[in-house]
């Protein structure tokens, strides 16, 4: 029995009926749960009835509690996790598992209390960040985006040591330029840096920019050149996003000297 | 007869010269209906004969429901159409034939009258979209465009799902992050959305920006990471169109040499 | 000796020394004209000495006017051009000979004189603007980005319709969206055009922006759709550009089954 | 001996542990002493201890310098730089060199003294910078930027210098425009050219921008058209980095099968 309600509360193998069933009641409520949560930010809408909200969160941390209780009791009917205290831990030590559990922690720590204002906004957008992450593991798409995102790990890690040299350069560049006349907005180089992702990043407010001749310069030559590598994180992930969900579709590669499968090959061929 | 009139109506099929000057004719007019819908909208314009806007338009207005009555009553000579009630509903519920429709009924429900306020600036509206998309049916870029969307429909969508679950939580972290301090520009994690689509596509206006440390770490990381996402469907429809169009002048296929399909090679040529 | 003349004048052939003496001599001028005609309009800078600036303009058209009209008078030595009437009139009309004469027919002009205000700024914005194209003649990469328009000039054609339907679809819906809240900002279509032009190329300056929930959900799915088409003339000339200066260091394409290159083939092997 | 120390001062061999040991305590020194100079500039924590910066400075311009003089003095032994006085100078005059002598020069010749306000600062930020590019050197990613900009460098300078006649051209066009409606903002030619650098980049700031007919006109127009251009240094480099770091990883380049070079054939493998 242990072994039927894990295979229900994992998602749903083609053919198991209860699983989908859960499955679609789940990501309902969790959908209903991050749409409730985020229209409760609107001052005039959350008036109407807080109670209304309360009793909501209530119920929700309910379901989710005892849904991931039995996930955490059932996890030894499988194999890799069948030491009850060992197993259960590196099971619940699994990202998508551990997320179940930021879901509904902010609740109790708030419960628990003595939790005020910064601290109080930190646990709120833990929990709704962590339910919207619940959500994503039903969504192809942002399954596909953490494949690519491991994938590319190092080339964006390559790309990002460099932007934050880059950006340091800038910043420093712009700040000795700009210190003088504009002290209040170039007042050090951090906040110089603020100056410089919004401008390398092309999204440009305007609420800082130089004025003095020598800064107008730098600026137009920073963003000329630094606005490629800037482009690049963008680039990496986003190409390697398309590649993913079109490598389904993707024509077979072969050989044109023998005409076999280039990514395949049986011992038999390889001398 | 009816038949005559149904190719007259339908895009002119090369050779036919009637349907061409009615084409002609046709373009003319919902151009310069669309140039006047524009332009109406300047009030000094507006203001130096009101009566001349609205006779343009009554008379605009006639032409296009004789025309579209024509259509209607002609599309029976298609055998696809050939029944006299269930096929001229099927052509009318076609989508070309439909906003020929949305190009006139905004003026009839407008005369039937009782529409104030909103309403009547949404029947305008519909009006003037529906007219510029009459004349798209024209364009050969539009219905390149038109094909594009459909063909490349499930990859977009699988993208802006990602796309909004990434604003989503881009705009929550951000909320939390700002609302203490800027509680008018970050009242609400729905308001928070509109920093959040205005920053991740780099158009950055200026008129909501972060002014914590905590914020502008926090928008710093998802303006270099989340605006490669937000350039997707840019990349997807651009990219398809470009595709589209140049696939009529594409470089020969075949080799000029041996005659035979350079993308493709038999067997017998492999060694 | 008219064709000596004629020679010179033209961009030096490798080895004609007199020429590229010519040549180097007349770069030098047309550029320091441009520097002078670019920092004549800092104020400071001009009232140094509103003098030295004429006289360089006169000595600068005098030697301008004397090198075009030994243009035309020596163009007859090229045998296409050798009509002493429709020859010299075909030659003064192509686009390279053209501008000479815009670069010193606004002095004439003036001279005239009864130019006031705008028609004067006119003028002088030709001349620059002219002095400036001719400067071009002598740069690769402007020759280049010359050959990449006409070479994608119908593709450019195409792409630029379709943006200019979907600008003005996207104004009209935002301006029925914004109008009422935002008179003065959105009181037109054609206004709303420079909100969505600046828009859509993601320039956002911040000068004009939708306040309206419908108007802020229209500019949202307008931007994440609407900035691909519109990097699209961004795509088109500036991969153009690289390629084209890339053509130059190209590996040689061969046809996979005879070895032979694909781009050229002699008249026997065609069967 | 002097080979010795020679060896250890430069990058670190596998396997050569007194130089990775002295790498690592290098980068520690330099990286702490970029984060020292940075936060430095915060005044509120300058304030904290004015003297433990300048200690801290001192003895890391001292150890730096003894550093210098080591590497100086021990690479003749070094068969390329043998000769004491014209190999030690072509050594010192190397980049990597050369930075590391603007990364303590600035120390000196502030205590010489007598430099005030820009020059003051001009020196600091020298200073800054050469530090943050010593650290560069431990940096894959710097290094491949480094190969990257000395690849491309034909193509870039071709680009930059169209990228400067057609920035000419929009802020001549664009100053005739609009200086009569916004004397402040387009008083002359230079000063149109932020604006032009400004939105060609899209960046956008929103401080200055046209607001007559014709020029919005032009902008829409120079937009449009003109962001393709300047989106072109930042594709040559972003591409070309991307391309070197992925070089290390391709697809395999024989066939798995035959065992025979993918990309290229003999002529006896075609039939």
Redesign the interface.
Known sequence: MKKTIYEILQEAAPGNRVSQIFDIFLISLISLN?VVL??G???EIHQVSPEAFQIFEIVSVAIFTVEYLLRIWSCTSNPRYRHPVLGRLSFAALPVVFVDLLAILPFYLAVIGGFQ??DL??L??IR??AR??R??RY????R??ARVIHAKGN?LL??????L?LL??AS??M??AE??AQPDKF????QA??WS???L???????V?PVTILG?LL??LI???G?????????????G??EE??NRTDMPKV??????D?LH?TSS???
């Open positions: 991050v985020v229209v930010t609107v001052g204002g910064a906004r930190f709120r957008v709704l960040l919207i992450a959500l994503s969504s192809s798409g942002m596909t985006l080339e390559t790309v990002i040591v460099v932007l040299v340091l350069m420093s560049a700040f000795f210190n003088e007042s050090n180089i951090p840096m603020w992702v919004i401008t990043t092309t999204v440009g407010y305007g609420d920019f107008r600026a137009g963003a000329i050149l606005i490629g590598m800037f482009a690049l994180p963008a680039g990496i992930l986003g190409s996003f398309v969900i079109r050989c044109p000297h023998c005409g076999k280039i090959s061929e390889q001398g």
